[in-house]
């Protein structure tokens, strides 16, 4: 504590002690590489036709929406020491049931934001479903969440009946294709929602209450926190903002693929919230570090292709990124670093790091 | 014992059938199965079908296409069992106990290539002859199974790459959107298109990346290629529908026109591939064809009447390169 507000070193020592801070190095290193292949990756430029920017950090703030909704979701069931696996299941949930619906329905405004209402409104109650399991049936979450994501791919296979459906109307297509003020919607709706979310928890006590649910139940309880309540919420939250996900998905093609859309994006999901600081442990969270984290992915993502990687050493590339920013961020790591370096000129090496 | 479980099997399948026929409003392919199932006659030919189930458009077309062709009409009774979640143990129990049964001929999808060895020798020794449909087995052992029937990949991508060079005979920049890495489909179609894409002169690859089959993921990967490569990109080749489909999707979000600045060849020839070529979106569809049940019919019938038949029967597929052909062949697609 004695280093705040001891000047711009204090605060600079301050961030460094962030744990997302290693994610924005690591997204600012990715893009950098990206720029030695070439120099004009960050240019951007203005598309008359659609009003938008083009560029690759636009690519990449759209392709980050979806991710950003999941993780932030999975950020705060994490915080309650729970975990929510069917995030990728609930969206292609919620993708199916907006194709299957707008494949029958006029393209018109209407019949998107009808779309859009019900397809949230099914994934909050999976959401909830998943919540009573954890919470009144009192099952492990890894259990109950696990079931909802085998059964989900299986519930969107029986709602399109097996096919991958699509449809047209433009206003959902908007939602993951337009631009607003020259950004994509789908990423400042996306920012929209984690600012929202992140005022709902950190306002009110409710961030706190499931804090302590996730650090010690019998001790929240004995606090007079509703636990069975706030639990039911937070995974009601996580599938909602997983059915926000699938309409983003799902939007940007008009496809739902039930086989593809969604698939393994809880692995994205807990990752982006382990960049983002957040211990798996629970009992405390950081929604800026899961938005770093899903930033993270996308610009990942996207790096591959940019680099062309090869499809079969795809894996490997994104598993040595993630392995080196944990063993970055991990406490024993650094301190283990610290120490060979105690020897040598240790201020001018802390500088070093820290710039 | 082994009938019973095949009967403790059969009724889960019924229920499956039942839920399934509830659910999307009556699946004929499902109901008729079922149907064949219960109905035991003396005269009938007894065919089990061990098949891979739900797994996609092409599949449930292929799959529907065997169960309408060998129906009680024309002298067959259809056992049809779909594999557990693509789960190949549910595929060789339910292998067993059509060999237990005595049914006249198995007809298999493996979901996996490996590993049937003592399956289909067991069949051997029961003498019932086993026909392979579109999956092959590994190792390619040609005297455990009298024949293997399936359209042929590396012809099929073949005929992508022909149709590329006929399209620019000065060459191209192209763009290769593939499946998941390392699945045999993959393999072969990269073979087909290599073989003779490689001996044309002026294409110069830009790269190749995994789309995982999805339109979605076709999108992402296809405006970030355009991208890097400063939109200097004159072909694509998707590997399935799909993924052809979301490349055409990036092209028109980066304001370029699909059909004339960037064109499209994609592999499978489903509907909606169909409908995007006949809009022009898409410049060329090669079939790779599920409906091969005639076939399969006259290769059972030869093969119980002793004749001999050939060790691998390539199924003939079809072209579409032009938004006519499309047209006409759209109203009859079944898939």
Redesign the interface.
Known sequence: MSDNGTGPAGFLKEVVRRQYFWGVVAIVLLLLVNLTKDPSYLSIGWNDANGALVGNLVDILRAAAPIMMISIGMCLVIATSGIDLSVGSVMVIAGAVSMQFLAAAPNTFAGAMAALGLALLVSAVVGLVNGILVSVVGLQPFISTLIMMLAGRGIAKVITGGQNTSAVNDSFRWIANGYLFGLPVVFLLALAIVVLVGLLVRRSALGLMIEAIGMDPQAARLAGVNRRGLLLAVYSISGLLSGVAGVFATASVMTVDISRTGYQLEMDAILAVVIGGTSLAGGKFNLTGATVGALLIATLDKTVVFLGVSSSATPAFKAVVIVVLCLIQSDRVRQLLRSRRTTGSRPSRKEAVAA | MANNRFLAKFMGLVAVGALALT???G?PAGGEGTEEGQATSGDLTTVGFVAVG?E??WR?ANEANIQETFTEDAGFELKYAPAANLDQKSQIDAFTSFVDEGVDVILLSATEGSGWEDSLTRAQEAEIPVILIDRGIEPDNTDLYVTRIAPDNIEVSSAVANWAIEEFPEGANYFVL?GP??VSVVNERNEGWDAVIGEAEGFNK?????A??????A???F???L??NNNDVQMVFAQND?MG??AV?AVE???LVPGEDVKIATIDGTK?ALQALADGKLSFVAEYNPLFGETALDVVNKTLAGESVDSYIIVPSLTFDSPEAAEEALPDRKF
């Open positions: 659910a999307c409003g699946d739900p996609g458009a449930q593939e890495a390392g830009l790269g190749a990346q995994t995982n089959w999805s339109t979605e993921e999108k992402s990967v405006e970030t290629v991208k890097s799909e489909l979301g999707q979000e980066a304001g909606n």
